[in-house]
T-cell receptor, first 111, second 114 residues
Framework: GQQLNQSPQSMFIQEGEDVSMNCTSSSIFNTWLWYKQDPGEGPVLLIALYKAGELTSNGRLTAQFGITRKDSFLNISASIPSDVGIYFCAGPRYNFNKFYFGSGTKLNVKP | DAMVIQNPRYQVTQFGKPVTLSCSQTLNHNVMYWYQQKSSQAPKLLFHYYDKDFNNEADTPDNFQSRRPNTSFCFLDIRSPGLGDAAMYLC?????????????FGQGTRLTVV
């Protein structure tokens, strides 16, 4: 079953605002992945984190791997309408062969 | 260019009629996965192959089977689809080695059961 707790469950923001979401687990993860899923499509990888404390950016997106290895956050700066979608955190378990997903954060952006 | 390709994108099947979903990859990855995703929920892992080794999740119903005839292709067979099996089915791949491993997804197949 799922081992990742993601929050918030949904967000309604105004275009131009910054967004922050996070993911926590009771288990240690060696890799944290952040995906975005548009309606009717498969998840697309946004950012991958491999080291505790690592801070990685991809355009307006920034993600950090928590020091304890049990959490990660994703920030989106200056949101735009195309940021709308569901964001999932994920991590591999059991010899890196199984990927488990957080429950997702649904982002709505008002123009 | 698409690296994980799922066919068809949309599939309608009758209640109880066997259906097969397909996935192919051009990444030469060792691991291929099948996930089931219901509306607004997280993808749920059904099973995965590491090369030819099949790994079933404990809570995956027997109604779901999989085949991987070669590195590039993997199939999901639903023997007797029920209304509760209507969902998005996602195929994914990964290298499966080392901590710097990521999963790459196809576009999914939306299954409707009538």
């Amino acid at each position: 079953g799922q081992q990742l707790n993601q929050s918030p469950q949904s967000m309604f923001i105004q275009e131009g605002e910054d967004v922050s979401m996070n993911c926590t687990s009771s288990s240690i993860f060696n890799t944290w992945l952040w995906y975005k899923q548009d309606p009717g499509e498969g998840p697309v990888l946004l950012i991958a984190l491999y080291k505790a404390g690592e801070l990685t950016s991809n355009g307006r997106l920034t993600a950090q791997f928590g020091i304890t290895r049990k959490d990660s956050f994703l920030n989106i700066s200056a949101s735009i309408p195309s940021d709308v979608g569901i964001y999932f955190c994920a991590g591999p378990r059991y010899n890196f062969n199984k990927f488990y997903f957080g429950s997702g954060t649904k982002l709505n952006v008002k123009p | 260019d698409a690296m994980v390709i799922q066919n068809p994108r949309y599939q309608v099947t009758q209640f109880g009629k066997p259906v097969t979903l397909s996935c192919s990859q051009t990444l030469n990855h060792n691991v291929m996965y099948w996930y089931q995703q219901k509306s607004s929920q997280a993808p749920k892992l059904l099973f995965h192959y590491y090369d030819k080794d099949f790994n079933n999740e404990a809570d995956t119903p027997d109604n779901f089977q999989s085949r991987r005839p070669n590195t590039s292709f993997c199939f999901l067979d639903i023997r007797s689809p029920g209304l509760g099996d209507a969902a998005m089915y996602l195929c994914a791949t990964s290298r499966g080695q080392g901590i710097d491993t990521e999963a790459f997804f196809g576009q999914g197949t939306r299954l409707t059961v009538v």
